[in-house]
């Protein structure tokens, strides 16, 4: 555990940093300080990639197991999402939101309780291996690290979850540069980022790629319920929580596909669907309870 709160200790100030130099780069204008937070991006999720598999280590099941280790997952594939679409439109401007965004969840994971984030043995609920895959792995020595139902969901969720924050970012911009270009005034901070259509259109992208990785978490989450607890669906908080989550976004892509929203009310419908995912992830944790208490 010592080994995964030093990186946690290092990716905090990596974080840190790379939201600082993307903010740097968003006022001063300036391509070094934009070059430098992409690159201490890369070291970011190279030191969150050491505390998932530093954990895994330490416990000998995958990382996903409780709320400290889950929010490690989030701000990784957050970080990845987001590198990918920084090298596909080049846009590093976005950065400044996104990463804020990323440090945000290191601080909020920073601020839980110690025994959130204490190495140990796995509920029993949750123990459940793909058995094919521990057999491929035993010649090697490696089947403790076999994942199962439980890994499986937890892990496309929260790359759903990635997915839909980078989204959020998006649309928290789009708000405020539409206001501007509606109104014809010139603001050269607002006047850095790309016209509100693009964002538009990247908040869309950054959703339909976050809502399969959901869905599929869903259902796997419902298979790993029928394994541990006889049923598939029990409305528990959570799992009520997920449905309208997933409601709220399909909802957005639904609209936006068959009716051609766009602009203002899918930004807003976005803003809402990561709230509902905010909640989903803390509130349903610490006010009410269930099945999921231990997540």
Request: with cysteine; aromatic share 20%; glycine share 6%.
């Amino acid at each position: 555990m010592i080994l995964s709160l030093m990186f946690f200790t290092f990716s905090f100030a990596f974080y840190l940093i790379t939201a600082l130099l993307y903010l740097g780069h968003w006022v001063f204008k300036k391509k070094w300080l934009g070059q430098t937070a992409t690159a201490m991006c890369f070291v970011a999720l190279g030191s969150t990639t050491m505390i998932l598999i530093s954990r895994a280590s330490e416990s000998g099941h995958a990382p996903f197991s409780n709320l400290y280790e889950s929010m490690m997952l989030f701000v990784w594939a957050t970080n990845l999402g987001y590198l990918i679409m920084e090298y596909r439109h080049k846009f590093k401007v976005i950065g400044s939101v996104v990463m804020t965004i990323e440090f945000l969840a290191m601080l909020s994971a920073s601020l839980l309780p110690y025994r959130f984030k204490s190495v140990e043995p796995l509920n029993p609920a949750l123990q459940n291996k793909w058995h094919w895959l521990m057999s491929a792995l035993a010649p090697f020595g490696l089947e403790k690290y076999a994942i199962g139902w439980l890994d499986f969901h937890v892990f496309t969720t929260f790359v759903g979850y990635a997915g839909f924050a980078i989204s959020f970012g998006l649309s928290i911009i789009f708000v405020i540069k539409e206001k501007f270009e509606v109104s014809s005034k010139p603001n050269s901070f607002v006047d850095a980022f790309p016209d509100s259509r693009i964002l538009d259109e990247l908040s869309y992208r950054s959703i339909a790629w976050g809502f399969p990785f959901l869905a599929v978490g869903i259902v796997s989450g419902a298979v790993w319920a029928n394994y541990a607890w006889g049923t598939y669906w029990s409305w528990d908080p959570k799992e009520t929580w997920s449905l309208i989550t997933w409601f709220i976004y399909a909802a957005y892509l639904h609209a936006r596909v068959t009716r051609g929203w766009k602009g203002k009310r899918a930004a807003y419908l976005s803003i809402a669907g990561f709230l509902a995912v905010i909640f989903l992830y803390w509130g349903v944790s610490f006010i009410l309870p269930g099945l999921h208490a231990y997540a």
